[in-house]
């Protein structure tokens, strides 16, 4: 009866841990996509400036 529980626990520990190790990469993969969607917005709004003002100096 003790070895039935201790391998119970054994076994809910052990799925703790992997559900936590899969919430870790999936907190990482959401952390990813922020952060590349964020730079790829900034890196749009600078080559944006940048061209307008190529194009401002043309015009002015």
Known sequence: MYYIW???EQ???NENEE???EREMELVELLLVFFHTS???YIYIYIYIYIYMKFIRFFI
């Open 19 to 21: 559900s936590k190790k």
């Open 11 to 13: 076994k809910v520990k």
């Open 39 to 41: 730079l790829s917005t």
């Open 6 to 8: 201790n391998f119970n």
